[in-house]
C-alpha cells in the first residue's frame, strides 16, 4: 500500500510576490487604460448598462469575492493557490484603484485618496513579499533595515513634496480630459 504524502502549502512569501506584482501591473494597466479612453486614443471600454457607468472597482469586488470563495469552500493545490494570489492582486488593484470615488461616494476618478492608498497597499504587499522572516533576522538585518527606514523617510518627504506640485499641475488636465471623455 502506498502512503499518500501532503505537501505542505506553497509558501506564503512566493503567494505575495505573485499578489504584489498583479497588483502593480494591474494599476499600472487600468491608470494607462483610462488616460486613453479619456484622451479618445482608444475606442471607450466602459459598460454602461441602463445609464449608469460600471466603474472597475466592481469587477474588483466581484473578482475578490469570488477568490475569497475559492479560499473558503476548495481545496487548493499550489497552482491553484498561485492563480488565486494574482486574481487577488487584480481584484484588489481593480478595487484600490477607485478607492477614493468609494471612500466619499463619488467624485473624479483623479481623487489623491486613490492613489495613496495604492502606495500604501503595495508597500504591505512589498514588505510580505521582500521582507526577510522574523526567525532569520540578524545584527546586520536591523543595520540595513534602519538605514532603509531613513531612507525611504527622506524619500516619502520628498514624495510628498513632488506628488502635491505635480497634482496642482496634473490634476487639472486629467480632469479635463474627465469632462470631455466618453461618459
Avoid at 12 to 38: E, G, K, N, W
Avoid at 43 to 52: C, I, M, R
Avoid at 80 to 95: D, E
Avoid at 96 to 103: A, I, K, N, P
Amino acid at each position: 500500500m502506498s502512503e499518500q504524502r501532503t505537501l505542505p502549502p506553497q509558501p506564503t512569501r512566493h503567494l505575495a510576490r505573485l499578489t504584489c506584482v498583479a497588483f502593480l501591473f494591474t494599476f499600472i494597466a487600468a491608470r494607462t487604460l483610462v488616460i486613453l479612453i479619456m484622451a479618445r486614443r482608444m475606442p471607450d471600454l466602459f459598460l454602461h448598462l441602463g445609464g449608469t457607468h460600471v466603474h472597475h472597482l466592481n469587477y474588483g469586488i466581484f473578482m475578490l469575492s469570488a477568490v475569497a470563495g475559492v479560499l473558503l469552500f476548495a481545496r487548493l493545490n499550489d497552482k491553484q493557490r498561485s492563480v488565486c494570489a494574482l486574481a487577488y492582486g487584480f481584484g484588489m488593484a481593480l478595487t484600490f484603484d477607485e478607492f477614493g470615488m468609494w471612500l466619499h461616494l463619488g467624485g473624479s476618478y483623479w481623487q489623491r485618496a486613490s492613489f495613496d492608498a495604492v502606495i500604501v497597499l503595495l508597500g504591505v504587499f512589498g514588505i510580505l513579499a521582500f521582507l526577510p522572516q522574523w526567525k532569520r533576522m540578524r545584527a546586520h538585518h536591523f543595520i540595513v533595515d534602519g538605514a532603509l527606514l531613513i531612507s525611504v523617510a527622506l524619500f516619502s518627504v520628498l514624495l510628498v513634496k513632488s506628488l502635491k506640485h505635480a497634482n496642482d499641475k496634473l490634476i487639472p488636465r486629467l480632469m479635463e480630459l474627465e469632462q470631455n471623455g466618453p461618459h
